[in-house]
């Protein structure tokens, strides 16, 4: 005797058919062969088994008409509750147009009228066979969609703190400087490095300076706004993007961010540790959405950043165009003084 799998066992079959005799020897075959029956007479029981107890798969005799007067195939490939559920057209039509009209129309497949049961439930198997194979699809879609996500993230995504890597910050940015040309929007910018780091490793380990990483990274993280974008810059440095801040509310933001970290023990290895940071801040009106904007406001944001060390460290500096002057004269001289070493030495 025939039998369905078991996965094919828990699945229905509606048949929708006015001619009871029809439906009730194939309701009375297929529930001999352990397939669930459910069986309409007209649209509005149809829809009812539909939305109450949803088929996997719909038998329809073609000539089935709808309360408007179209064909009910048509109702049913069109309704947000049926139309993707397979049909196969029951008719005692056998001429080409007629299939093809049901074809075109939506339907899986076209049995005639009289038919041999064995015909049907090979018909119904194989439509169980094709939904089992779309579900494995899709369950592969999903998986393989959310191995891409979780690889993008990776790309993007620094591997120790979490937050944006520096590959993406860079790349980022130039959309947000493009946008901020266009809309007429500040942008700021605030580099931040973890004062006297290199002891802490020294002292402590690189596991617990990692460690210290990660805390002081998920802290800066959760005390700028929603809108703000923290990315690890390299080593013990952050770069934050403030868009659409002045430099009055960045530097405000920089100080609190500046307090938050001191006021912050960070427990590692039952060592309290308390740290510094020290940030310098650069606020623009960009002109242009030119990427090479990006490369120059960073550097300018670094610049503060190396003054603001240079005074001590634990403080926020905001950058101006003496900075530039004073690098200048830095670079000069270190440039003079390798020069008189190099003679001396030659001369020697």
């Known amino acids: 005797m025939m039998k369905v799998t078991q996965t094919e066992n828990d699945k229905k079959v ?36 539909i939305t109450k107890n949803r088929p996997d798969i719909i038998l ?62 090979a018909r119904i198997k194989n439509q169980f066979r094709i939904i089992s194979m779309q579900c494995e699809l899709e369950k592969k879609n999903k998986e393989l969609m959310e191995k891409n996500l979780l690889l993008q993230e990776m790309t993007i ?23 901020a040309a266009r809309y007429k929007e500040p ?23 990692d460690i210290l990483l990660k805390n002081v990274a998920e802290t800066l993280k959760n005390t700028v706004r929603d809108v703000d974008i923290v990315a690890r810059y390299g080593g013990e440095e952050f770069l934050i993007v403030v868009p659409n801040e002045d430099l009055l509310g960045t ?35 960009i002109t242009s959405d030119s990427g090479t904007e990006v490369t120059k406001l960073i550097g300018e944001a670094d610049l503060a950043l190396l003054k603001a060390k240079s005074k001590g460290r634990n403080r926020v500096e905001v950058f101006n165009s003496k900075l530039i002057v004073e690098k200048a004269k830095t670079q000069t001289q ?5 020069q008189n070493n190099l003679s001396a030495n030659i001369t020697h």
């Open 14 to 49: 509606l048949i929708i058919d006015k001619d009871k005799s029809v439906t009730g020897i194939l309701s009375n075959r297929l529930k001999s062969v352990g397939i669930n029956v459910l069986t309409a007479a007209d649209e509005d029981s149809a829809f009812d088994v």
């Open 60 to 121: 329809l005799d073609i000539f089935m008409q709808s309360k408007s007067g179209d064909d009910l195939l048509n109702v049913l490939t069109i309704n947000q509750l049926s139309s993707n559920i397979p049909i196969i057209i029951l008719s005692s039509a056998i001429d080409v147009n007629s299939k093809v009209y049901g074809f075109l129309s939506g339907a899986s497949d076209y049995i005639v009228k009289p038919f041999r049961f064995a015909e049907v439930y």
């Open 157 to 179: 995504t620094d591997g120790l703190t979490g937050l944006y890597n520096k590959r993406y910050i860079l790349n980022r940015l130039v959309s947000d400087i493009t946008h």
């Open 187 to 209: 942008i700021s910018f605030m580099m931040v490095d973890i004062d006297h780091f290199k002891h802490i490793n020294d002292t402590y380990g690189h596991l617990a300076g």
């Open 251 to 285: 530097k405000m933001l920089a100080e609190r961010l500046r307090q938050k970290i001191e006021s912050t023990s960070f427990v590692i290895d039952n060592n309290e540790l308390s740290i510094t940071i020290s940030i310098g801040v650069k606020s623009a009106n």
């Open 334 to 338: 270190e440039s003079h003084n390798f």
